[in-house]
Nanobody, 121 residues
Framework: QVQLVESGGGLVQPGGSLSLSCAAS????????MGWYRQAPGKQRELVAT???????NYADSVKGRFTISRDNAKNTVYLQMNSLKPEDTAVYYC???????????????WGQGTQVTVSS
């Protein structure tokens, strides 16, 4: 089994910054892409940013230039640096990882428990 543990959410004023982290542990042979998604009240979960094991990144248009995703493959950890935060960034942020648990298995998607980010004055 694989666990993803997130940390770093909280309350911040508009224009402020927050940093999220997500560490994967358990039965891990290899991790392909890792990413962050978010879900605001009454809305569907949406992609925020993803990063491959090689470091290629992809961002939602709404966060380009403000958020930066990175990862430490040795620590099986992904990070999200969020700058110039806006009230519309308020949501529960979820970590995702595509994990392969053995040489012969396909990857499975795992999710963190979610961490609340609130941007408000």
């Amino acid at each position: 089994q694989v666990q993803l543990v997130e940390s770093g959410g909280g309350l911040v004023q508009p224009g402020g910054s927050l940093s999220l982290s997500c560490a994967a542990s358990g039965n891990i042979f290899k991790i392909y892409a890792m990413g962050w998604y978010r879900q605001a009240p009454g809305k569907q979960r949406e992609l925020v940013a993803t990063i491959t094991s090689g470091g290629s990144t992809n961002y939602a248009d709404s966060v380009k230039g403000r958020f930066t995703i990175s990862r430490d493959n040795a620590k099986n950890t992904v990070y999200l640096q969020m700058n110039s935060l806006k009230p519309e960034d308020t949501a529960v942020y979820y970590c995702n990882a595509q994990v392969v648990s053995s040489y012969y298995s396909a990857y499975r998607d795992y999710w963190g428990q979610g961490t609340q980010v609130t941007v408000s004055s």
